[in-house]
């Protein structure tokens, strides 16, 4: 598992053992596929633009920069999906607006409560957890989103970058 210490990332595949370091405010969607698997449950991917660290402006700058890499988070052994999109404009960008990890009021321990809030959209679940893999190593943006063609477009890959 690669890192890239310029921009503070330590490793290129997180995990739910990762969450408390981790978080998505503004990260992009690209992409959402609810996957069959040959399991009972289908697993859940998202590919994004995950910002690795966001850079304060240094005068005369005025505006934040962003160390951003395409990834692919990938909720395993998915159920209980349910959620919403609101598209109200015209530019219909997927934002995450958190991620939270929430505490089973069930008894089934085994199964993690989730619900990725969204600025245009809303999705709650279980899964036994997750997997993000950083696609590339981050580069340093004026913006939070990676040009479409520098991140290949939409992809699920789960390999992280070597």
Known sequence: MNSHQESGLSKS?????DFEDM????ATVHGLHVQQTDDILPRLLLDLDYIVRWVHPVRPAKT????????TLVFEQVWDLEGGLGFKD???ELEIADVHRLVPDDGKQDWQQWHIEGHLFDLKFRASGFRQYFRHAPRLMPGPVLPIAERGGCCFTEVGFA
């Open 64 to 71: 934040f920069s962003f160390w951003v890499a395409p990834a």
């Open 13 to 17: 595949v997180w995990s739910d053992a």
């Open 90 to 92: 015209m530019h219909p």
């Open 23 to 26: 978080g998505w405010h503004d």
